[in-house]
């Protein structure tokens, strides 16, 4: 009922996950899409389900990195096809499973040269988007990852901006986005880009970080963030005339404090664009029963948009929070690659 609710404010449901099961499941209550990443590969592997696939892609000599990678395009290929009849409906507007390039071109300790990782995401952005109708591309807010997004806007690859914290990181990935479709040969009318922002990650930042904030403004500074990102992105897609929305995600969005409600995101992002949910948090928000309204265009008292404006240096958090981001956009592929050298020596066959 409670997600129901929320779909009818005019949210559109989608899974932080891609396990078979959890994409059915939330599918049955109203999801119309879905996302993927490293970290969610991995606890599918842990749970021994994939062991059987896992054992026939190491058959054929694939090394680890390749294990890991058609994995994750056969468990997105799925997801996909559980949501590619909502694509068809809408005509392309909804019903996509998100595809995360990889995150090693971002590790630091590889020291890849900018150059260097601004053609990777552009040759990897093509190849894994090549031949799919219903798969975002998912491409990081970094320099490199912002340098290519004109280059695969430019090619027709669809698109969703990720680990965007702050307005300059939006407005560099949005305005790249729209050069680029400019530049394709097909024309705007079939562009569909989305732009994830952080949500919880912020209020956990500022917790740390700007602890004089006033009882009322701590914890809503995430909130402030995304809706002010919102209003902007809709003032500027609103005069371009085209048939597919350009999409906010409101990303982050599970509660990060035991005290918080589990719905305190969900409810406060209510009313439209992307909400991105992990399972539990879907599954939290369905107990609840609770009946939703919009309140995405509603931003809090001017004395609490005051005291955020006056003690949170935007600058600051966005650099704190992609070194972190980074981080955890690289070290979980790590963890996959060495969590698929562990099942190899376990799944081979005793001699």
Known sequence: MSLRSLIATGTKLWLDSIDPELVKKNRALGATGATSNPIIISDLIKTGRFDDLLSKLMETGKSDTEVAWELTDQLVRNAQQVFLPVWEETKGDNGY???????????????????????????????????????????????????????????????????????????????????????????????????????????????????????????????????????????????????????????????????????????????????????????AVEKLQKTYTRQVDQLPSKAILDDIDAKVDQKKMEETLMEEGTAKFADPQHALLKLIADKRAALAPAK
């Open 97 to 283: 499973v998100s595809f995360e390039l990889d995150p090693l071109l971002e590790d630091v300790k590889a020291n890849i040269p900018h150059v260097d990782r601004v053609k990777g995401y552009i040759e990897l952005g093509k190849k894994w988007a090549a031949g799919h109708k219903n798969r975002m591309i998912k491409v990081p807010a970094t320099a490199a990852g912002l340098d290519a997004l004109e280059a695969l806007a430019a090619a027709g690859v669809t698109l969703n901006v990720t680990l965007i914290f702050s307005e300059r990181q939006y407005k560099l990935a949005r305005d790249a986005v729209w050069r680029g479709a400019q530049a394709r040969v097909a024309g705007v009318k079939g562009l569909k880009s989305v732009y994830s922002i952080f949500v919880s990650r912020v209020d956990v930042y500022t917790e740390k970080k700007v602890p004089t904030l006033s009882p009322d403004a701590q914890g809503q500074t995430g909130i402030v963030n995304v809706k002010r990102l919102w209003r902007l992105n809709q003032s500027f897609w609103n005069d371009k005339n085209l048939p597919l929305q350009q999409e906010i995600i409101f990303a982050s969005t599970g509660t990060k404090k035991p005290t918080d409600p589990p719905d305190k995101y969900v409810e406060a992002l209510a009313g439209s664009d992307i909400q991105t949910n992990p399972p539990a948090t879907n599954d």
